[in-house]
């Protein structure tokens, strides 16, 4: 009888095995990448890096500064912002870092080792990296261009017995510039919650949506004056708009936007009007839930004289894969309008 027992706990420990390796395959079936990493030199086919676990990318920072009268190439009308009394900002340079790819180790190759390996012995190989997200369906929805690539630090899988943790191993590049993919190549977005209208560039305008936005509130600049009274005395002066957040699913391209960030990359960081030469502007509208249809009148935010500061990459992760996969953009408009 006793035999009988152990032998049926047996039996059961064997069939519960079973059942976590049958889910575990499953979900290493599931966890099939949905982004693709594909690294080249200059000239040459791209390679896709296989075993890929993980991408992070530094944030792109722009530099921006107030300023006294309207800087060089900016939009035509900022003249009529300082009329109206607005403080004025000149966009800078922009900034971006690092990009870590972690993969397997030994998983298609060693080529993050290799390029390491040529890098230290003085080859100084650069390489271009093409990053592509993908749609449920497969196909390509949003592309990443990081151009001459060099390698900075090459981190070894941490090899641990007493250690259940997934060894990886780690190369961490610095990037040369960044390009946003060709737009046009971009399927258009699910609708969200906020429409957001971009100047393209080319006399014409493109309509992307987004899941929120928050920021972007008009505010008094309050300047300190002295009396001769023992109490701080300060009364307003110009008026500003604070930083505006976008943010949204990254899987998909948004086409006004795309080209303006990477119009932004190349040197021309501001927002370009309906026909060329107007005042940038970026306008939202809400589209509101059926249950405030007739409870909620329309609202529409116009920024003027807009240009980005910070961009905010989305994460790229097979093991980290809870919640949604945001892109994040940050504004710094000069006027707004609220209607």
Known sequence: ??????????????????????????????????????????????????????????????????????????????????????????????????????????????????????????????????????????????????????????????????????????????????????????????PGNVYVTFGDGNGGSVTDTWDSWGGGEPALILSQIYTGSPFRIEIPGHKAVEELTLSSSAWLGKKGYDAWITRALAGSPWLSGPKGTETGYILLRFRKRPELLRTLPDRSYTFYDCFPVRYVFPRLSVTNTTGNVMEEVSIKPIRVELK
């Open 1 to 190: 009888m006793i035999k009988k027992s152990i032998l049926l706990r047996g039996l059961v420990v064997t069939l519960l095995f079973l059942a976590v390796s049958i889910v575990s395959l499953d979900g290493n079936a599931q966890g099939v990448p949905w982004f693709e990493v594909a690294v080249a030199e200059p000239g040459a086919v791209p390679v896709t890096l296989q075993g890929v676990q993980e991408l992070s990318i530094d944030d792109i920072v722009f530099d921006y500064q107030a300023v006294a009268s309207p800087p060089p190439g900016s939009p035509v009308d900022l003249s009529s912002a300082q009329q109206g009394d607005y403080r004025l900002y000149s966009p800078g340079q922009a900034h971006w870092g690092n990009a870590r790819i972690t993969v397997d180790p030994g998983v298609g190759g060693d080529s993050q080792y290799q390029w390491w390996q040529d890098a230290v012995s003085g080859k100084g190989i650069r390489k271009n990296i093409s990053v592509t997200l993908f749609k449920s369906d497969k196909t390509a929805g949003r592309r990443y261009n990081f151009f001459d690539c060099f390698p900075v630090s090459y981190q070894p899988p941490n090899l641990n017995s007493a250690s259940s943790a997934h060894a990886t191993e780690r190369l961490t590049v610095n990037i040369g510039h960044i390009e946003f993919a060709d737009p046009e190549q971009s399927s258009s977005a699910v």
